[in-house]
């Protein structure tokens, strides 16, 4: 699991290290499209035979999945949740921890979908089209919230 622990602290990087003028969603949805076009693992966007070994020994063990998507769910998020709160002049508590969490749960949604891909075989190379398009949406559903999505029609 080291490997994949090592990119925990990664948005909370981004965030920190942004330039002047960026927002936080901006920061991220511009790392994660590189990291996409540069077939990093941490996208779930790579066809690399050690790294899909890897990726399925996780999804096929149990203690494994839970301890990924724990350690990301919880440590990530509250790197980032700090990083957001230091940067904030508002220091809304409340507000960091959300971003931190929409922020996350839309790379972890993102990164899932790449693995799934790979895992059925498909080429990083042909599904990175798709999963620049779908970061893009991801991400701007972040920026500009989900409004009336699935509204109840009249």
Not at 104 to 133: F, I, K, V, W, Y
Request: aromatic residues 4%.
């Amino acid at each position: 699991m080291g490997p994949m622990e090592q990119h925990l602290d990664e948005p909370a990087e981004v965030v920190r290290e942004r330039a002047p003028g960026t927002s936080a969603v901006a920061a991220l949805r511009e790392w994660y499209l590189s990291a996409l076009e540069r077939f990093d693992p941490a996208t779930g966007l790579s066809d690399q035979q050690l790294v899909l070994d890897v990726i399925r020994l996780v999804h096929q063990t149990p203690a494994l999945l839970l301890r990924a998507t724990a350690s990301f769910d919880h440590r990530a998020q509250s790197l980032l949740s700090a990083e957001l709160l230091a940067q904030d002049p508002a220091r809304d508590e409340f507000t960091a921890k959300v971003a931190a969490a929409q922020l996350l749960a839309a790379q972890l949604a993102l990164t899932g979908e790449n693995q799934r891909r790979m895992l059925a075989g498909e080429r990083a190379a042909d599904a990175l089209p798709e999963a620049l398009d779908r970061a893009r949406r991801a991400f701007g559903l972040v920026e500009n919230g989900l409004g009336d999505y699935c509204a109840n029609p009249a």
